[in-house]
C-alpha cells in the first residue's frame, strides 16, 4: 500500500486577506479541500495522513516527529505554503526537513487541497 503525507497549513492561522491567495478562500473551505483530497487518496487505495502546521518555528520540528513515525512514498506540500511570498520562509523549512527526514520519499506540490491525490499520483507508480 502507497503512504502519502499531506502537509498543509493550518487552516485557522492563514492570512486571508493575503492577495497572493485566492479570494474568497475561508478555513472552512479549506477544511472542506483537505476532506475531499484525504478521500480521494483513500479512494486511491492509499494510506493518507495529514499533517497541519502553523507557519511559525515549530513547522519543521511536527513534520520531522511525523516522518519519524511512517515511512511515506510521496509527500505533497500544499500550495498555501508554497504559493505566498511572504512563506518562503517557511516552504523552504518544510522542504529542508523533508528532504533530511525522508531522503527517499518522493515530493510533490498541489495548488489547491482538491488536487492533492493528483500530485501524489504523479510520483507514484503502480
Not at 492561522?13 to 485566492?22: E, H, K, M, T
Not at 486511491?44 to 511525523?66: F, K, M, N, Y
Request: net charge neutral; aromatic share 6%; with cysteine.
Amino acid at each position: 500500500m502507497k503512504k502519502v503525507l499531506f502537509i498543509g497549513q493550518e487552516p485557522e492561522s492563514v492570512d486571508f486577506s493575503d492577495p497572493a491567495l485566492p479570494p474568497g478562500f475561508d478555513a472552512k473551505k479549506i477544511h472542506a479541500g483537505i476532506d475531499v483530497g484525504m478521500r480521494q487518496m483513500s479512494d486511491r487505495g492509499w494510506h493518507a495522513d495529514l499533517c497541519l502546521v502553523r507557519p511559525d518555528s515549530t513547522a519543521a520540528a511536527a513534520i520531522e516527529r511525523q516522518l519519524s513515525l511512517v515511512a511515506y512514498d510521496c509527500i505533497v506540500i500544499g500550495g498555501g505554503i508554497r504559493i505566498p511570498p511572504k512563506s518562503l520562509l517557511l516552504f523552504e523549512e518544510i522542504v529542508n526537513a523533508v528532504r533530511k527526514s525522508a531522503p527517499r520519499a518522493s515530493i510533490a506540490f498541489n495548488t489547491r487541497p482538491e488536487d492533492t491525490a493528483d500530485a501524489a499520483a504523479r510520483w507514484l507508480k503502480p
